[in-house]
């Protein structure tokens, strides 16, 4: 169909002209929620309001604690160092604001009494930071943190390889240090990094949990549904801040001084250290391209199907490219055998309508697909032609988990499956693109640790009273971070069809790569 023009008016005038504030609990003020509370009024959730009255005094609560906590951790004297308990100060404030957030979804949800744990919480984190300050006002100048991380890291000593020593260039226990200090450091920035996006992606999920009145076992499941994909996130930024840790110690301690004057280039330092981001960057070959997906695809579906009565949309048909057929299907089961109210439309070479096939449903059974109930619509030169049948075989390579990982809408997706979409075998309603770029990555994207290491290891090689030790933490910091920022840009690019696929994946790899080996190959000067 042809228009000249088309215009589609919409009215901006509000709906309901008698609209006013107080539709939803958070757009009350303190006096009212406990005024609902007491009365109702407004017809909202008791639950609701409860949740929002105690939850807004916690957050009021905890206020007062910031001085108490900077006094405790911040201030340390200039042996110990202040950083630390600096970086720590914000973490417990970030901790604590998403610890409320989370215990206000708990009661939400109706896993916990409102003034209990909402009060509870603020009550835990008052007690906590004033263990901080009491201990510390015993000894003045010295944070109670120092003492924490002299205990940790006499722990981690005592993991440390024995018989370490200084040999020769070829010295395998110098190898197995670097590698071991490394390897530490990676994990221990990983499991923090892990556990702050989960706390993230828990409290933001936490509407949606109390609108499918999910209990504790519930966030559990899902949270370690989206462990994977949130550890794959979370490998790169903690082999950054892994290596900057590791590389920082050994210039701090002179380490490095040692094992450059026992005549180790920074190149065999570069291959001592290099089987840690190998592992990490197999680790995420493997995260993304078998358990990420896999884990990704039955989130979705559980997801879909815990969604509440009341507000579950209709179904909506789902139109995909399979060969060189357009298909409509309305819905598919659980297990992507069965494919409800299809319609297959054919064409002509110069893109006019030939065939149309519409069935009650496909069902997949012995390694083939059948349609049931087919009504056939033939158009030639001669006119149309109608037939219709029982059933009648279905001939197209779609797989099962195709077609579920289709409907679900899984956001991950392995290069797999995204070689058998450009291959059309599996439903695509997506230009080629993103198929292309997603292939390519499954080569690039491993890259990121080793490229994390190129840009911290040049830390290593500066000496502590020499003044450039923040520049370069700066230079791998800032580095670091802006590859991954330029890398999931150009990523996008190339999906959309901005740039070449190829570019779009590699670009980034390729120049922070170049980037980092020219910085180490000038920090031997």
């Given amino acids: 169909v042809d228009f000249a023009e088309l215009a589609f008016r919409q009215a901006l005038e509000p709906r309901d002209a008698s609209w006013e504030r107080g539709w939803d609990q958070k757009e009350l003020t303190l006096p ?36 108490l906590l900077v006094l405790s951790l911040a201030f340390a004297t200039k042996r110990r160092g202040r950083t630390p308990g600096v970086l720590l100060s914000v973490v417990v404030l970030a901790l604590a ?3 409320l957030n989370f215990a ?47 205990g940790l890291s006499a722990a981690m000593a005592r993991l440390a390889p024995r018989g370490r020593s200084l040999g020769g260039p070829g010295n395998r226990a110098l190898g197995s240090y670097v590698r071991w200090e490394l390897g530490k450091w990676t994990l221990v920035a990983l499991l923090a990094v ?31 549904l989206r462990l994977p994909a949130i550890v794959q996130q979370a490998l ?90 357009i ?22 070479p ?8 519409t069935a009650e449903r496909a069902m997949f059974a012995a390694g083939a697909w059948t349609l049931h109930r087919v009504e056939t619509t033939r158009l030639d030169g001669s006119g149309i032609a109608r037939g219709a049948r029982a059933t009648m075989a279905w001939d197209v390579p779609l797989a099962p988990e195709d077609a579920l990982a289709f409907f679900a809408s899984a956001p991950a997706f392995s290069a797999t499956a995204a070689q058998r979409s450009l291959d059309y ?21 491993p890259l990121a640790p080793l490229v994390m290491l190129l840009f911290a290891l040049p830390l290593a090689f500066i000496a502590p009273r020499t003044g450039r030790s923040l520049p370069a933490l700066l230079y791998a910091g800032a580095g670091g971070l802006l590859y991954l920022v330029a890398d999931g840009v150009l990523t996008v690019a190339g999906q959309v069809g901005y740039v070449p696929s190829a570019l779009g994946a590699w670009a980034a790899p390729a120049i922070a790569a170049s980037i980092g080996v020219s910085v180490l190959a000038l920090s031997e000067r």
């Fill in 32 to 67: 009212e929620l406990a005024a609902e509370a007491r009365s109702g009024a407004r017809g909202l959730p008791l639950r609701a309001v409860e949740a929002e009255f105690y939850g807004r005094i916690a957050r009021a609560a905890i206020i007062p604690l910031v001085p």
């Fill in 97 to 99: 604001h998403h610890g």
């Fill in 104 to 150: 206000k979804n708990l009661a939400l949800m109706g896993a916990a009494d409102p003034p209990l744990v909402t009060l509870g919480t603020a009550g835990l984190l008052w007690a906590v930071v004033g263990a901080l300050f009491v201990s510390a006002r015993r000894m003045p100048g010295y944070s109670p943190l120092h003492a924490a991380l002299d």
């Fill in 194 to 224: 892990v556990a702050f996006l989960q706390l993230i992606d828990l409290v933001g999920q936490g509407d949606e949990f109390a609108e499918r009145s999910m209990g504790l076992v519930g966030v559990a499941r899902y949270a370690t």
């Fill in 236 to 325: 790169p930024v903690a082999a950054l801040a892994g290596a900057l840790a590791a590389f920082s110690l050994f210039a701090g301690a002179r380490e490095m001084t040692a094992i450059r004057a026992a005549g180790v280039s920074q190149w065999r330092v570069l291959a001592m250290a290099l089987p840690v981001p190998l592992l990490l960057a197999g680790a995420t070959l493997v995260l993304a391209e078998r358990v990420a997906p896999a884990s990704e695809l039955r989130l979705a579906t559980w997801w879909h199907a815990m969604e509440p009565a009341n507000a579950a949309k209709a179904e909506q048909p789902r139109w995909f490219r399979l060969g060189d057929r």
């Fill in 327 to 348: 298909v409509r299907a309305s819905a598919a089961s659980a297990d992507g055998t069965r494919l409800g109210a299809v319609a297959i439309f054919a064409r002509d």
């Fill in 350 to 357: 110069a893109g006019r309508l030939v065939e149309r096939v």
């Fill in 425 to 445: 075998a599996a439903p695509v309603s997506r230009a080629g693109s993103v198929f292309e770029t997603r292939l390519h990555r499954s080569a690039a994207a």
